[in-house]
């Protein structure tokens, strides 16, 4: 990821993911000889200090960012690993039509099919990385389902009042949103990175179009045991 310009003026401000959830606050930068930022150093609410990529720092007006990895790595991935694949295809027309040596095409396929075995391995082992993040998020919901319904239960029989009641439940369901986002979001980078691996070769605009824009998260269902519970409309927010 590159650079953003505007980097410097993130000092002390607070920075989010792409879902909205605070991950702490900018408190340095480790600077190259030649003036670019390497790394951001992040101060969390428990006082760690940690690095993270300057490429993973996105400065919007007032709003600083952290872009997930995860959908970066995918979309190179998605873009090399077809790249590589057409390049070999050519290079065996070539030998076809007996325009290069038998030798040179061993010698350029050898070197194209390690480079893709490698690249393979690598996207192997992003995948893997990406079912526990949907792991996480499935958890995530679950319990927040859990809290919910005890909420409900807790406020139906008069030990929660109405005002305390309204605060937590949008605060609940905030929360929902945001890991309903993240968890559908994830999937679809997973299902464009396993067909990938599977052999196909999706147009460059489509893999963006899966990396940038998730689809719009499912509402969660309840845990067992089943319960009724009348959940209101959340309000919409910026994420």
Known sequence: MQQDPNIFLSIGKTVKDEYGRAIGEIASFAVKPNGGVDHVYIRHADGRFMKYPAGSIKVEGSEVIYLSNIKYETALFCDQIPLIWRKDQALKELLEKRKISQEVYEDLHSS?????????????????????????????IKELNYALVHLEVEHEIGEIGEQSYNMAFSAIQECLKRA????????????????????????????????????????????EPPVVVYVKEADESNI
């Open 112 to 140: 194209f099919e390690g480079a893709l075995n490698q690249l393979k391995t690598e996207a192997q082992t992003l995948l893997e990385k990406i079912d526990k993040e949907i792991e996480r998020c499935s958890n995530e």
């Open 180 to 223: 309903n986002s993240e968890k559908a979001d994830l999937e679809g980078v997973r299902n464009k990175l396993s067909n990938i691996l599977l052999g196909e070769t999706p147009s460059k605009a489509a893999v963006e179009e899966t990396v940038e824009e998730a689809p719009a998260p499912t509402s969660p269902s309840l845990p």
